[in-house]
């Protein structure tokens, strides 16, 4: 397996800057996900590991030794794409094979290794069948193999799930993070979705324009955001995120006050997870606008003098009606405080009643 360096790596296309200067360390057999939206720069730094594009600037490095001129067939990388790009006239078990052909290795042994990739993710029956003959989650799983029959030292996963339907989506989470148990190997997972991040990487790198914005574990990206775009991204329903007041150790949001360590002043911006939210007695007053059935779960979007609040409330069936006026409380641990300059972290919030 490999630990992976990038040392002030920069990419550029042309004058555009898609990469300024990235420096990350991922360890020998650590699962991580490059996380972001769209033109974040996270496709394109996995296309720097897979040796599809060169560096512009800085170093790339495999345990120590520098690869930035190293063709891609000889990383020893495995790769699957989002589309699969299995070849339509080649057959399953042609297809898993066809890196073994660029490594020049004997016959008996290619197909013993053919024959292992394809049991490891549960395509051995379908080796004699072409692409167009099967399901995308089928698809998936050959692509899989065909990176996996390289043994090698790193993976790296391009949105791998996005063609699949929700349940799918669901089992294969589950059975590449117990193949990367299974098998050790360095994973680098790109993806758009934070459940795919959050459920499946040992740790998350959370890109932004280019620029890593955080690197953590999931809870570390969830409980503490380092920044309001890390804790806007980071979530599902999304954060509620309220303009406040800070002034001599106090913010004050809506009326109410909060005691704030370090002394801030200005502009804040106060971060609550709709799950923290509870209906109550005391708190902040609003009418419930909408009303969303989640399954295990109720969210209630709820007008308030702060804009739209959301409500993650456990259960089935609502408690709470359409119209219905409110109160929303929470705990102060749960609070967190952002500089809205600077949308940095400053401090949890620890909540009191309003005077």
């Given at each position: 397996?490999?630990k ?10 042309g004058?555009?800057?898609?990469i300024?200067?990235m ?9 991580v ?5 769209s033109?974040?720069g996270?496709?394109t ?5 897979a ?8 170093e790339?490095?495999?345990d ?20 699969y ?25 290619a ?9 490891l ?28 029959v ?17 349940s799918?989506r ?6 590449i ?13 790109v ?10 990487a040992?740790r998350?790198i959370c ?20 920044s ?20 001599a ?8 006050r ?9 502009s ?38 702060m ?10 069936s ?11 409380g ?15 972290l400053?401090a ?8």
């Amino acid at each position: 397996m490999a630990k992976i360096e990038f040392r002030n790596v920069v990419k550029r296309f042309g004058a555009i800057e898609v990469i300024p200067e990235m420096n990350l360390v991922i360890e020998d057999g650590e699962f991580v996900a490059l996380l972001g939206p769209s033109g974040c720069g996270k496709s394109t730094s996995l296309f720097m590991l897979a040796g599809i594009y060169l560096p512009s600037g800085g170093e790339l490095l495999f345990d120590g030794h520098v690869v930035n001129e190293v063709e891609a067939r000889d990383r020893n990388v495995g790769i699957v794409f989002q589309s699969y790009a299995l070849y339509p006239h080649m057959s399953v078990r042609d297809n898993i094979l066809f890196p073994l052909r660029f490594k020049k290795t004997p016959r008996d042994e290619a197909f013993a290794r053919v024959k292992a990739a394809a049991d490891l993710v549960r395509v051995a029956e379908l080796l004699e069948r072409r692409p167009s003959e099967l399901s995308g989650g089928q698809q998936q799983r050959v692509a899989l193999a065909r990176a996996l029959v390289k043994e090698p030292q790193l993976l790296l996963l391009d949105e791998p799930l996005s063609n699949l339907d929700a349940s799918l989506r669901l089992s294969m989470r589950t059975e590449i993070k117990s193949l990367h148990e299974q098998l050790g190997v360095t994973t680098v997972l790109v993806t758009h979705d934070q459940i795919e991040a959050t459920t499946m990487a040992d740790r998350i790198i959370c890109m932004r324009a280019g620029r890593i914005e955080q690197v953590g574990t999931p809870d570390d990206l969830y409980l503490r955001p380092s920044s309001l775009f890390v804790a806007g991204f980071i979530g599902s329903p999304p954060i509620n995120l309220i303009a406040g007041e800070a002034e001599a150790g106090t913010v004050t949001v809506n009326g109410a006050r909060f005691p704030l360590e370090g002394g801030a002043s200005g502009s804040v911006t106060v971060g609550l997870r709709p799950e923290h939210l509870r209906f109550g007695e005391t708190g902040f007053a609003g009418r419930i606008a909408q009303i969303e059935p989640m399954g295990r779960e109720i969210l209630y979007v709820v007008e308030t003098g702060m804009g739209a609040v959301r409500v993650l409330e456990q259960g089935s069936s609502a408690g709470h009606s359409t119209g219905e006026q409110v109160m929303i409380g929470f705990l102060p641990e749960n609070s967190l405080v952002f500089e809205t300059a600077r949308q940095k972290l400053i401090a949890g919030a620890h909540v009191r009643a309003p005077e």
